[in-house]
């Protein structure tokens, strides 16, 4: 049970380092942590050697523009203002991790891992260095204390806003120093854009960011062929039957319908779906809908937000960022997540996360390594 939903304790105020990205929801929670009393930085940061090659037009997210976006909403504010350059730590830990992956055949999710290895790491050291209290974010979850004054991480108030997936690798440490101003109240994006024009914030009407920031036209398949070079293989069946080619194996995801252009069609007529990507012989394997069912799955590199769970457990599970809760079993078994599902679900990719939920609260997080489905795939 949970008593009380909080930030960081209120017996003082906090000296807090708000990440303005340039966009509305970061520049209202920091302008909430100001007028909560806290001694409040924003701080921008810089991503990428060179912003003009990431995305521009208002995106929030990475660009010169954001940054004189972030630096009028932190005047505005009545806050200090920094840029911080984080690009090489970025580029090790997001992007080339983020290509790695996909070479591996594997779908990451690069969101997820920006928040792990660079917002609640790599500038969370840097904000307890210069002795901060917290760090700040416009993203939509809670903080709660429960009865025993242990912080917990839960899902926002609103949960079609709630973004607790992308946030379920913090650890103890990270949570301890974590503030999420706009997680704790039901409040649209529409009402929290009327916050931000009541107070004269210009990002106000400035659209979300929807895609990966370091992809500049949001062509995935085009920036992995630019790095990792074109790599002919083979589209096949089930039965190995080759139906096609493609121009690299990592253009694929599990579950991915669209782009196959295979010019001879299913017997049945049906669509067909990537079920398999092998990197070792660049081979994409197709087949029915019904063969992506998976029904349990191994995932490794756990991170706890709390203790690790003890002996076997029931839990609902998230697998994306958008998706929704299925129920599970679950148990860590030598430091591996064995998972069992209720009923079958779709889509499930290694490299994708699994986000443990006790209720609200967030149990942990790990990264899919293995799937079984209930028809196996040749």
């Known amino acids: 049970m949970t008593s009380q939903t909080s930030t ?14 340039g966009g509305v929801d970061s520049a209202v929670a920091a302008a ?3 007028e909560a009393g806290h001694d409040v930085t924003g701080v921008h940061l810089a991503l990428s050697a060179n912003p003009q090659s990431f995305r521009t037009g208002a995106r929030g997210c990475c660009t010169i523009e954001d940054s004189r976006d972030a630096r009028r909403a932190a005047d505005v504010i009545g806050i200090p203002f920094y840029v911080w350059d984080l690009a090489e730590r970025f580029r090790e830990d997001v992007v080339e991790d983020f290509i790695a992956e996909y070479e591996a055949g594997r779908t990451p999710n690069p969101c997820l891992r920006c928040n792990e290895k660079i917002k609640f790491a790599a500038l969370l050291d840097k ?16 903080v709660v204390v429960n009865e025993r004054g242990e912080r917990e991480l839960h899902r926002a ?23 999420f101003p706009l997680g704790d109240t039901e409040t649209t994006k529409e009402e929290i854009r009327a916050e931000a024009e009541r107070r004269d914030l210009a990002v106000a009407k400035k659209p979300d960011s929807h895609d990966i920031c370091f992809i500049a036209d949001g062509d995935t398949q ?27 194996a990592y253009g694929y995801t599990i579950g991915q319908r669209k782009g196959l252009r295979i010019g001879t069609p299913a017997p049945d007529g049906k669509p067909r779906y990537v079920l398999d990507i092998s990197p070792v012989n660049n081979t994409v394997t197709v087949g029915p809908v019904d063969s992506l069912d998976v029904t349990a799955l191994t995932a490794i590199k ?7 769970p003890s002996g076997p457990g029931t ?28 009923e079958a679900v779709r889509g499930v990719a290694p490299g994708q996360a699994i986000v443990l939920y006790d209720g609200t609260r967030v149990v942990g997080s790990a990264t899919i390594a293995t799937t079984e489905r209930a028809a196996a795939v040749a």
Do not use: N
């Open 8 to 21: 960081l304790p209120a017996d003082r105020p906090l000296r807090v380092l708000a990440a303005m990205s």
């Open 32 to 34: 909430r942590a100001a």
């Open 127 to 142: 904000a307890l260095a210069l002795g901060f209290d917290a760090v700040c974010t416009g993203h939509y979850a809670q």
């Open 157 to 179: 108030a609103d949960m079609a806003k709630d973004q607790s997936y992308v946030l379920g690798v913090l650890d103890d440490r990270q949570l301890a120093h974590a503030m």
């Open 222 to 248: 085009g920036f992995l062929a630019g790095r990792l070079g074109k790599a002919e293989g083979d589209i096949v069946d089930e039965a190995g039957t080759k139906l096609g080619t493609h121009e690299g």
């Open 302 to 308: 756990p991170r706890w937000c709390g203790a690790a």
């Open 315 to 342: 839990y609902t599970a998230q697998l994306r960022a958008h998706g929704g809760e299925t129920e599970v079993r679950a148990e860590l078994v030598d430091d591996e997540l064995r998972v069992s599902f209720t």
